[in-house]
């Protein structure tokens, strides 16, 4: 039976990572689940439920008059965007969420003032972390998901609850970084055993 999975789901709460610096280095293998991965990522917090990725394939169907049905398709584009619900909703948060704005920290007061000349987003390299399928109390399995070039899109929404938690809802698109490994220069997945 052929199976087409549009969206893949990993599980939370996980931990998102963004770096200000678009092809920012995956961190090490040897880093463990859980430690901060160093180099120029942020840990943004944990989210709020998981990550939802959603992978679109484009593909040209090639026809022949003889068969009148396809013998051949070809990718002609892919997309992969994600979006999750960060549970920590701090300026930072808020800032990189909008994909613009300003951060001010004061002594006595912070601010996120966004100007009406704030016309083009910043991209960023945007990562995440949590337990992959399969993990068991006596073989850890966790799962890092990696996108070197990542664009904020749409709205967001801050949202406030009842329960005290105010989460930030994130939705990024990766798009190609010509720099990265050939097989991987739109994003990347790795599994790891502990």
Not at 48 to 61: A, P, Y
Not at 62 to 67: E, L
Not at 87 to 104: C, D, S
């Amino acid at each position: 039976m052929t199976q087409t999975v549009n969206n893949i789901v990993v599980a939370g709460p996980v931990m998102v990572y963004v770096s200000s610096s678009v092809g920012e280095a995956a961190p090490a293998n040897s880093i463990a689940k859980g430690t901060a991965w160093g180099g120029g990522w942020t840990e943004v917090g944990f989210t709020q439920d998981g990550v939802e990725l959603e992978i679109e394939t484009e593909k040209f169907e090639v026809v022949t008059d003889q068969y009148n049905a396809p013998v051949k398709d070809f990718i002609t584009g892919q997309n992969m965007s994600f979006k999750f619900n960060a549970a920590e909703g701090t300026l930072t948060n808020l800032k990189q969420a909008l994909g613009y704005g300003t951060v001010t920290s004061g002594s006595t007061e912070s601010t996120l003032g966004v100007s009406a000349q704030d016309g083009i987003p910043t991209n960023y390299a945007v990562g995440f972390e949590g337990y992959a399928p399969g993990a068991t109390s006596s073989a850890v399995y966790y799962r890092r998901v990696i996108i070197w070039n990542g664009s904020v899109q749409g709205n967001f929404s801050l949202s406030a609850k009842k329960d005290g938690v105010q989460t930030v809802e994130y939705t990024v698109k990766a798009f190609p970084y010509p720099s990265a490994t050939s097989t991987e220069r739109l994003w990347k997945v790795i599994d790891r055993v502990v």
